[in-house]
Every structure is written in C-alpha cells, then in structure tokens.
C-alpha cells in the first residue's frame, strides 16, 4: 500500500506543470486575439472546403437537370438555380476558384512587387525615384478598373484572371516592401555585411530580404481578401472566370438579377460564401499586422 | 508653396502620360483591332470595304502615329467616336457623367458621415465592447461585395415593403424624391464599405493624438469631454484622414463600376462596362483615361489639401 502511495507520489509529481508561457504559440495568439482566431478559423474552413469539394458536395456542381429552382431542402441543401444546378455543391466547388483565384494572384503580384520594392529600396538613387514614377503611374487606376481593363484586354480565361487580378496588386506591394527595405537598409548588421565586403545581391537577398517578410506576410494575407472580391467583381460582370467553373461571382451575375424574387437563395448564399471567405482573411490579416509589425497598424 | 504645387503638378502630369502609354498599349493587347470587330459582327468580310474603314480610322498608320494622334485628341478634349452607335462618344458619357457624381458624391458623403464619427467612437472606448462591435462592423464592410450588400438591400426592399426599384433613371430636376430613393441605397451600398476604411484611419489617427500631452493638458484644465475628443482632437487627426478620403474616391470609381450595374443607374462607370463587353475598343481607352485623369485630380486636390491643412508640409517638401 505505503509502495503504491510512493507511486502515486512520484506520477504526481512528473505532471505537475512546468513553469513556462501557458499554451502553444497558436493558443497565445488565440488568446490574445480572439477575432484573428476567428478569422483563422474561417480561412481553414474556407481551405478545408476546397480540399475536400469532391467529398463535400452532393452533386454535380456543372451538370443541369430539371430540378429548376428548386427551394433548398432535403434533397438540395441550398437549392437550385435556373439550369437545375445543385446551389450547394456549385458553392463547395466554387471555393477552389475563389482560392486558386485569390491565391495565385496574391502571390503572382505581392511576389513581383516585393521584388521591385527591394530592389527600389535597396538601390536607392535614380533607380528609386523611376520605380517609383512608375509605380505612381500603375496607381492611376482604381485596382478594379485596371483589372477590368487588363481583364478584357487579356481575353477570359482562369489564368489570364489571375494575370488581371494581380498586377493591380503590384504597386502595392512595392510600396510597402520598399518602405521596410529603406529601414532596414541602414541598420548595423547590414552596415557589417558591407564591411565584410559581401556583395550587393548577397546584402540584398540574404540579409535583407529576410526581415521584410513580417510586413510581406501580413500584406499578403491583407491582399488575399482584395483578390477573392476582385474575382467576384470580374466575374459578376462576365469578365473574369469563363464557364464552366463555377466561381461565386458569376453565380451571383446570371441567376440573382433575374430570379431574384423567386429565388433569393440565388443571391443570399454565394454572397454569404464571398463575405465570409473574404471577412476570414480580413480578420486574420489584421490579427497578423497587429501581432507581426506594430508599425503597421491602422495603414 | 509654390513650389510644392509646381512639384505635385508635374507629378501629376508625368503619371497621365505614363498612363496614356499603358492604357495605349492595353487596347494593342487585345486581340484584333477595331475594324476587324466591325466586320466580325457584321458577318461577311469584304478585303477592300475593310481596307478602306482601316485607312478612315487610322488603324494602319505605325502605333507611333496612332499614339500621338490619339493623345492629341485627348488632350483637345476629343474623346473619340463610338464605333457601336456611331455617335461621338462625349455625347454618350455627358449625360452619364451627373449620375456618376452624384452617386460618387453621395457615397463619399455616407462614408465620411458613418466612418468618422465611428472611428472617433471607436478610439474612445478602444477595446471595450463598443469599440469590438465597430470594428467588426467595418470588417464586415470591408469584406462584403458591394454589388452583393446592394443586391441583398433591393431583396429586402422588394421582399419586406414591397417597394420595387425604379427601373428607369429620375432626373433630380424632374422628381427630387425619387431620385434621393433611387440614389441612397446605391450610395449607402457603396459608401458603407469606403466608410470601413476611413473609420479605420480616424480610429488609428485618433488613438494616436489622444495620448499627447497638450489632450492632457486639455484634461487636465478640466475641459469637457466632448470639446477635447471632438475639436481639440479631432482637428489634429484629421490630416491622415484627408489623404483616405482622397484615396477613397478612386476606390470608390471602382465601386461604381459594379454598383451602377446592379442598380442599373445609366452612369460613366456602367457605360465602361458596357463599352468593353460590346468590345468598343476606343470609348474603354478613352474612358479609361477619363477616369485616371479624374483619379489624378482627385489625388493633385488632396495634396493641396493637405498642405493647406497642415503648414509643415509646404516648408518641408517644397
């Protein structure tokens, strides 16, 4: 018995906690910021839905039948629209669009405009100031007209949206990045490596570029709910995502006009899927900013 | 001074003409030229007709010529000659242009009328519930589509009161009324989401004032509340609050570009649509650099603004 208690007694002992920060990183993040965990939350959804669509969905997401808006219920979650389309599984499968879509053109444009900006920052001088004009002249248009523009001219198709989408993103971009490099730029370690004698692209990507990526992840994930409603918006207008991929933007072009008074759950949920796709990114980005770079804060 | 707006002119004028370059060569982009869409819709081709229209139209000349002519015309005021209904197209644009501003205005009116007065709200009681609840609130403006929120307020209108969206558009000078209803729901649909935005910077400008000594002093001399956030303040965080606004009013054309549609309101913005789904190549370039001229002025008017507002800035820059 007295062995057993002894046991005990030592079991006890090895899970008393440790003194340290309570939680995971994670769990101090969502402690902390309770509506960037929110957001967080929601983009997973938003991933999860988009990895798993074909598991998701209840039907054909392209093909049309009879069953023409019909009212959502047992057999149609959120309904169907005009072509007899299953209204649930067209907004599960739309998420890999939104996705793909804002993914790919946040990337395409924060990556290239980082770039610029580095580079912009970095050389300091002529280089600079022409960089800069030029990123100037970019932003004489609002982001979606240039889209539109760049859109139409392109031609529709999946990748010439993400092209359109994301060189709007670019000046943007540049502009931040640009503003960290020239901060960074002057800092003593950076000062040491040119002492050391390393060479200009080797000060630049290596010692550089490496602390610009607070600002960068928190323009990206910003960036990322601009792109998803830059899509929506192209699309709506018959610009953006050509047929058949079902893109949330377009469904709300064809049908919500139209059958709107007999159908509203044609307008109501790829909106909702929009909104909270978009609302998601949004609430992490600002968790992300608020967490990753104070300086940030409010721009 | 004056050698800041000296500098801020030329600015503005080098990004004009840099974004004549671009929309230029964006209109080359795009496959085919005018003419071959001409004869596309019109279903035969005959080699001689579309050589003909081609010279008419300057489409053969190098882009060099094309270029400079068209800049020309632009810089007269010409906008050119709608191809699909043949009809100049300042003619088309002139009686759009009131509908556009005055939904642009009314927009920017709601955006500034909710977004400062919340921001400073916001400020005041930041993290409490109310300052949450605004924030959220914004977000939430942030992130919804536009012509979503004003599809959804037209379902709500039709479905709960039974009023129906005037389909046609009403003059303000024929009937007032009606045109304000046909007005305040785009513009409310529109300028919620700009008012996200400028709540967000008065907020962070706000936060930022509020802990300098001379509020303080304010406090401390006993001041009432009110006076020290709203005029003491206030005033002094208005200045990046100016700059959004400016920047407000070019992403607000973007909203329009949408907004009008679902509405169905006869302004520039839809007419640009309209050009480049009918694939009317000159009025999107003309258009197009109607509204970057509208932009870059809107922008010029801000810088001025500002260095009225604020006296460092003309000494420092200039």
Do not use: C
């Amino acid at each position: 018995m007295a062995q057993v208690r002894a046991l005990d007694v030592v079991a006890d002992t090895q899970i008393l906690p440790i003194e340290r920060p309570r939680g995971s990183a994670l769990g101090r993040f969502a402690r902390k910021k309770p509506l960037g965990a929110a957001g967080g939350i929601l983009v997973l959804l938003l991933v999860g839905t988009a990895v798993l669509a074909d598991v998701l969905s209840t039907h054909d997401p392209v093909r049309t039948s009879t069953n023409v808006l019909v009212a959502p219920g047992a057999d149609f979650f959120l309904g169907t629209d005009n072509l007899g389309r299953d209204l649930y599984s067209r907004i599960v499968h739309g998420s890999r669009i939104s996705l793909l879509v804002g993914l790919a053109s946040t990337i395409v444009g924060t990556v290239l405009g980082g770039l610029i900006g580095l580079i912009s920052g970095y050389a300091g001088g002529k280089t600079d100031l022409l960089s800069q004009r030029v990123m100037d002249i970019m932003q004489a248009l609002p982001i979606l007209v240039l889209a539109l523009v760049l859109a139409a001219a392109l031609g529709p198709s999946l990748p010439n949206a993400i092209v359109a989408i994301s060189i709007p993103i670019v000046p943007r971009a540049a502009r931040v990045i640009r503003a960290s490099v020239l901060g960074i730029r002057e800092l003593t370690y950076v000062e040491s490596a040119r002492a050391l004698g390393a060479r200009h692209v080797r000060i630049a990507l290596r010692h550089i570029l490496p602390n610009t990526m607070g600002p960068f992840i928190v323009l990206a994930t910003a960036q990322l709910g601009g792109s998803i409603l830059v899509e929506a918006a192209l699309s709506f207008l018959g610009l953006g995502i050509p047929e058949p991929y079902p893109s949330w933007g377009r469904m709300l072009s064809i049908a919500a006009a139209e059958y709107a008074e007999r159908a509203p759950w044609l307008v109501i949920w790829p909106g909702l899927a929009i909104s909270l796709a978009v609302f998601g990114t949004n609430l992490l980005g600002d968790a992300l900013r608020d967490t990753l770079d104070p300086r940030l804060r409010g721009s | 001074m004056r050698g800041y707006v000296t500098k801020r002119l030329l600015i503005a004028v080098v990004t004009l003409f840099g974004m004549s370059i671009v929309i230029f060569s964006l209109m080359r982009l795009a496959p085919g030229n005018i003419v071959d869409i001409l004869f596309e819709s019109a279903g035969y081709v005959d080699q001689a007709d579309k050589k003909q229209l081609e010279r008419e139209l300057g489409v053969d000349r190098p882009l060099a010529v094309q270029y400079s002519r068209w800049v020309g015309e632009v810089a007269r005021g010409d906008l050119g000659k709608s191809y699909r209904y043949d009809m100049p197209a300042w003619r088309i644009i002139k009686p759009r242009l009131p509908v556009t501003l005055e939904l642009a205005f009314l927009a920017l009116f709601f955006s500034i009328l909710l977004g400062v007065p919340f921001g400073v709200l916001s400020a005041v009681r930041q993290d409490r519930p109310l300052d949450y609840v605004l924030r959220v609130l914004s977000l939430a403006g942030l992130s919804m589509p536009a012509f979503w929120l004003g599809m959804i307020i037209i379902l709500f209108f039709v479905r709960a009161l039974g009023w129906m969206p005037s389909i046609t558009y009403v003059s303000p000078f024929v009937d007032l009324k009606a045109n304000l209803w046909q007005f305040t729901v785009p513009a409310l649909a529109v300028g919620y989401r700009s008012s996200a935005l400028i709540m967000r910077i008065t907020r962070s400008a706000m936060l930022e004032v509020l802990r300098e000594d001379y509020i303080r002093t304010a406090w401390a001399k006993g001041q009432r509340g009110t006076l020290v956030v709203w005029r003491h303040a206030l005033k002094n965080a208005s200045l990046p609050v100016i700059t959004v606004v400016g920047i407000e009013f070019a992403f607000l054309i973007g909203g329009l570009v949408v907004t009008e549609t679902v509405f169905n309101l006869p302004g520039v913005a839809r007419y640009l649509v309209d050009a480049i789904l009918l694939r009317d190549y000159p009025v999107v370039q003309n258009l197009t650099m109607f509204i970057a001229v509208v932009v870059v002025l809107a922008n010029l008017a801000v810088d001025l603004l500002y260095a009225w507002a604020d006296p460092r800035i003309k000494y420092e820059k200039a």
